[in-house]
């Protein structure tokens, strides 16, 4: 990915903007250090497919299905494509490492 897409030391504006909003609404925030908690208890948690998946990565998938889960629903609109485009673009590993460090 090239740097010139870097929004405030994060991969690009979408996923500085997931992560703030994650961060600055308590309720939000409380929700997502529990999970990332409990990702963390387990060194190793399995997805469907029985791999095994680190708890970075597994965070990272569980933040990305709620939050397409979450999104309204628009219809057949050029809004939802442009909803779903952004979403698209977010870096939900690089959130979940974010989540994780944190709690060290």
Known sequence: MADDKRYNG?????TWAVKLWI????????YWREQAENW???PEHYAHDQSPRPPMHS???????EFFNMAPDLGTTVWADLLTAA????NW???AKSMLEDLE
């Open 10 to 14: 994060w991969t690009n504006y979408e």
């Open 23 to 30: 961060d600055n609404e308590e309720p939000s925030y409380s």
């Open 40 to 42: 963390q208890r387990v």
């Open 59 to 65: 965070l990272g998938a569980q933040l990305k299905d």
């Open 87 to 90: 979403l698209a673009e977010v």
């Open 93 to 95: 590993d690089e959130i």
